[in-house]
C-alpha cells in the first residue's frame, strides 16, 4: 500500500510561481514511477508531468518549459515547480504513483493523493 499527502495548492496571479509536493509513505520500495495530473471542471483529468525511477521525465506540451517535475527518493517526495503560471492551469492537482510488484496480481497498480486546488487569476 502506498499513501500519498499532496501540499502546496493556493491562488496566484497570473505570471507567478507556485510549487508543490507529494510525499509518498508505505511500500515506497515497490514505486517506480511518480508524476502529476490535474483535472479542471468540464475535462478529463490529463497527465502534467511524470517522472521514472530511471530518471526520464514526460511533460505535457501546454506546459513544457513551465513546469519541472522533481523527485527526491530519500524524502520519498516527488515536487512540481511551476513558473508562469496561466489562468488556464486551474485545476485540481492529484499526485500519482505507480506501483510494480511482479508476485501482485495485476502486478501494477495507481496510488492517488488528495488533490490540491490551483488557481492562477488573470
Known amino acids: 500500500q502506498v499513501q500519498l499527502v499532496e501540499s502546496g495548492g493556493g491562488l496566484v496571479q497570473a505570471g507567478g510561481s507556485l510549487r508543490l509536493s507529494c510525499a509518498a509513505s508505505?511500500?515506497?520500495?515497490?514505486?517506480?514511477?511518480m508524476g502529476w495530473y490535474r483535472q479542471s471542471p468540464g475535462k478529463q483529468r490529463e497527465l502534467v508531468a511524470v517522472?521514472?525511477?530511471?530518471?526520464?521525465?514526460n511533460y505535457a506540451d501546454s506546459v513544457k518549459g513551465r513546469f519541472t517535475i522533481s523527485r527526491d527518493n530519500a524524502k520519498n517526495t516527488v515536487d512540481l515547480q511551476m513558473n508562469s503560471l496561466k489562468p488556464e492551469d486551474t485545476a485540481v492537482y492529484y499526485c500519482?504513483?505507480?506501483?510494480?510488484?511482479?508476485?501482485?496480481?495485476?502486478?501494477?497498480?495507481?496510488?492517488w493523493g488528495q488533490g490540491t486546488q490551483v488557481t492562477v487569476s488573470s
Open positions: 500519482n504513483a505507480e506501483s510494480t510488484w511482479l508476485l501482485r496480481n495485476p502486478p501494477t497498480r495507481d496510488y
Open positions: 508505505g511500500s515506497i520500495f515497490s514505486i517506480r514511477a
Open positions: 517522472i521514472r525511477n530511471g530518471g526520464s521525465t
